[in-house]
Every structure is written in C-alpha cells, then in structure tokens.
C-alpha cells in the first residue's frame, strides 16, 4: 500500500473538513503535501448527500454558507441533498481543494517520531496534525430494548429513512423527541394507517423564533460538556422543538399526542408495564446519531467522562488533533467556525513564528 505524507490531514469533506481545507490553504498550506482532505463517500456532499428525498430545502433549518463563496440560490422543493452536494463539489473545485475520496480511514496511530500515521483503505498518510470532520452520519445510534429481535415489522432509523411512500397502510411508531422525529412523524402521518409517537422525556416545545440567542445558549451548553470530557448531548435538549406552523397543524391533526418510551417489543408491536399494547408494522428509531470517531480509538483521546476533554476544537490530550463539527460546532455555522479555529490553531502550534503574522 501507498504512503503518503502532509502537514495536516484533513479527514471528511463535509461543511466542518471543507471548512478547514479553505482556511489551510488560505493561510499557505500547499494542496498535497502541505494539507490533504480525505472523505469516505463517493461523492462530494459529506452527510448531505444521503438526508432523505423529501427533505427540500425549504425544511431546513438554517443552511450557512461555507467560507469564501455562498450558496446559489436554491430551489425550496427541491431536494437539499442535491443542491447541497452541488455547491459542495463546486466549491471543491473554486479552492482547488486536494479532496481524495473514496478513502476511508480505518486508524489514526502516534508515531515515535511524533507524528501521526493515517492508516486507510488506500494506504497510509503521514502527518503532523490531524483535523478530523467524520461528523455522526455514519454512527447512528439506536438504543436498546427488550425483545428488539423479536419484532416480526421492519425496523429501520432516520439514516435509512427516503420518504413516506412506503409506509403507506401501515402502522407505525416513531420513537424520539428531536427535530428528525417530527419531520419524519409529520410526513409519515400523512400516509400511514396510524402513528404513534413515543419520547423518552416529554418533549418541550419552544413557541420562541429560534433566534442567535437561544442558538448561543445550546452551543454554551454542548461547549461545557465537552470541556469537563462528557459527551456532547443533543442541541434540542437545550433549545426545545421550534414550532413552526407545520408543527401548530400537527398538533391540531392530534399526531403529536406523545406516549412515554415503550418498556418492551413484542413480535406485533410496542408494551408498557402498565398493560398498554399499541401494534405496529414498523418501528422508526429517530434517535439521533454519536459521534463517528471510533479510528481515534489508538490515540486513546477518550476521558473518565466517556468524552473527549476539549478546549475550543483542540483535543486537550493530544494538541496534533482537533475535531470540527464535533459537540458544539455541529451544525452548518459551527462547522465553519470550527475550521477556522482549528486551522489558526495548528497553524501556530506548527510554526509559532507563522501565528504573529
Ligand atoms: P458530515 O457532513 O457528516 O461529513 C462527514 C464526512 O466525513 C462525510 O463525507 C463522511 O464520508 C466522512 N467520513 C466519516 N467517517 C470517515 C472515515 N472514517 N474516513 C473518511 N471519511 C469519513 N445543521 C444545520 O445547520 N441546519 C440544519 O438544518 C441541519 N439539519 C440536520 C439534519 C440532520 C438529520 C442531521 C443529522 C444534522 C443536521 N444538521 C443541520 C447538522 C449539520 O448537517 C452538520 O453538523 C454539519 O453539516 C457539519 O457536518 P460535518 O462536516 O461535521 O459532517
């Protein structure tokens, strides 16, 4: 297998590692041997390029522009996993950025002389600092309850969700309390032969505009998480579900009447201890995603709190690595930030002198 070597190996491509392949290269590191950016998909688009058909554009929740060129305009019904993937390989291509896909990075390991070995399914990259961008996409996360094996329906999670048609008929519970779970119930609930929504906790909704402040506060929250080494919890957790009019018009069609978290699955649907026995066809677990960063693991990042003790993006055990669009900086705006930071950051710490300039 081949070997390589850069200055800092980017891994992901979606909007936090493009992020920071703009910044590196604007502030000097050479495409190739000074940085790279290697990305598991087929595509440009990073997790994108995989959200569901159905969800348009105009149902997102507030898409920022990546650095340095904006969005065109976008077509709300169109699908953003189109649109989104388009601008990104565009932008790729606008700042000549040195994207090497499909690669998928199997482990990233120290090395005695300091630095650190990519190891991938297309051979090894050599590098001093490492920005690591996998974001969650690839790790969904489905919880465990009794008797999951046994259910005689399909199962399937909001990664592998393409739309409403197919659950025409059927009967369907849709379990989580974050923004996918309502997406997914309100269109599912237009075709299914009934919808049962289960939460853990009963959800909050925010009747607040999501504006800058409560953005901040969910932020400062995952921040301090993430700080004291915990992992990053759900930004939802912190700002509640927005209620837009689709979800005043789900409420009054009644789909929103929430039950609590089932305590078992049976082969013909859903159980509580208390008797109550609701039958399904499908379960569709919208319960969010962790982050992918198991080919960290050599590097053992890991703190007593089951996180990663961070300071900004930068690992606090390990100053050659820094992870954008980790904990608070996953979201659109956050990735972007996150690349700066990151790149200012590794920039300094490379060559000290660069850092006064
Ligand atoms: P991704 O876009 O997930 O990119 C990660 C890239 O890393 C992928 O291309 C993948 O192939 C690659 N990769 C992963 N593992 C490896 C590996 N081992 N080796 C090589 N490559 C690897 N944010 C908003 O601001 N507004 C929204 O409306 C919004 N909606 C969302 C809806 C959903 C369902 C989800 C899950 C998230 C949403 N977010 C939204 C969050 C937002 O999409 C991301 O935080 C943001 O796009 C940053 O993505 P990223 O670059 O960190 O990761």
């Known amino acids: 297998m081949d070997t390589h070597s850069a200055d800092v190996v ?7 590692g493009l992020s920071a392949g703009y910044h590196l290269h604007r502030t000097g590191f050479a ?14 688009g990073g997790a994108w390029q995989h959200r569901w058909p ?11 522009d ?35 896909r499909p690669v998928r990075v199997r482990a990233v390991r120290s090395r005695p002389d300091g ?50 048609a197919e659950f025409t008929g059927l009967r369907v519970v849709v379990v989580g309390g974050g923004t996918s779970a309502v997406q ?12 049962t929504w289960v939460t853990r906790r009963p959800p909050t909704f925010n009747d607040e505009e999501f504006g800058p402040e409560l953005g901040r506060a969910a932020v400062a929250r995952v921040d301090q998480a993430v700080r004291a080494g915990r992992p990053p ?6 700002t509640g579900l927005p209620v837009t009019p689709e979800v005043r018009r789900l409420r009054e069609r009644g789909v929103l009447d929430r039950l609590p978290m089932f305590d078992r699955i049976t082969p013909d649907g859903v159980a509580w201890t208390d008797g109550r026995f609701v039958p399904a066809d499908v379960i569709l677990w919208c319960t969010g995603f962790r982050a992918a960063i198991d080919h960290l693991a050599p590097l053992g990042l890991r703190a007593p709190g089951g996180g990663i003790t961070m300071d900004g993006t930068r ?35 490379l060559s000290p002198a660069a850092a006064l300039h």
């Open 315 to 349: 690992v606090v055990a390990d100053a050659r690595v820094h992870l954008v669009g980790y904990g608070p900086s996953a979201s659109t705006i956050g990735a972007n930030r996150a690349g700066r930071t990151a790149v200012t950051e590794i920039r300094a710490w």
């Open 66 to 100: 990546l650095p340095g060129l904006p969005l065109p305009p976008t077509e709300p019904h169109r699908p953003a996993s189109e649109q989104v993937s388009a601008y990104f390989a565009a932008y790729e291509r606008a700042f000549d950025l040195p994207v090497r």
């Open 115 to 164: 630095r650190l070995d990519v190891h991938t399914d297309r051979g090894t990259w050599t590098a001093r600092a490492l920005i690591n961008a996998t974001g969650t996409w690839t790790r969904p996360f489905w919880p465990h309850y009794p008797g999951r094996s046994t259910f005689r329906g399909r199962q399937l999670h909001t990664a592998d969700y393409r739309g409403p």
């Open 233 to 238: 919890g759900s930004v939802v957790g912190v």
């Open 31 to 44: 495409p190739g041997s000074g940085f790279v950016i290697l990305d598991a998909d087929n595509g440009p």
């Open 54 to 64: 159905t969800l348009v554009f105009d149902r997102v929740h507030g898409f920022h």
């Open 10 to 16: 980017v891994i992901g491509s979606g909007q936090a």
């Open 184 to 195: 997914l119930l309100g269109e599912v609930s237009t075709v299914a032969a009934a919808t």
